[in-house]
Nanobody, 120 residues
Framework: QVQLVESGGGLVQPGGSLRLSCVAS????????MEWYRQAPGKQRAWVAA???????NYADSVKGRFTISRDSGKNTVYLQMNSLKPEDTAVYYC??????????????WGQGTQVTVSS
């Protein structure tokens, strides 16, 4: 089993920045890929970014160039640096971890989510 705990969400003005963190614990040897998803009100959960254990990074087109995913293996933590935030980035952001290197498949372990609100 793997437990994921997100933090770092909050209220920010358009154009601002936030950094989300997700700390993993448990049977981490089974984890190859860590990802971020988000779910806006009334919408389905959407994939945001992925970081594999072999250094691959991938982003949804909607966040490319503004968001950066990174992993600190020593701290068992994945981060999502979000810059130039827009109101449409408002959502609950979820951390995901799983074995294998396929991203965007929404399988594996999930955190409880952290709310990000972009508003003036």
């Amino acid at each position: 089993q793997v437990q994921l705990v997100e933090s770092g969400g909050g209220l920010v003005q358009p154009g601002g920045s936030l950094r989300l963190s997700c700390v993993a614990s448990g049977t981490l040897a089974t984890i190859d890929t860590m990802e971020w998803y988000r779910q806006a009100p009334g919408k389905q959960r959407a994939w945001v970014a992925a970081a594999t254990g072999v250094g691959t990074r991938n982003y949804a087109d909607s966040v490319k160039g503004r968001f950066t995913i990174s992993r600190d293996s020593g701290k068992n933590t994945v981060y999502l640096q979000m810059n130039s935030l827009k109101p449409e980035d408002t959502a609950v952001y979820y951390c995901n971890a799983h074995s294998g290197f396929v991203f965007g498949s929404a399988h594996g372990y999930w955190g409880q989510g952290t709310q990000v609100t972009v508003s003036s």
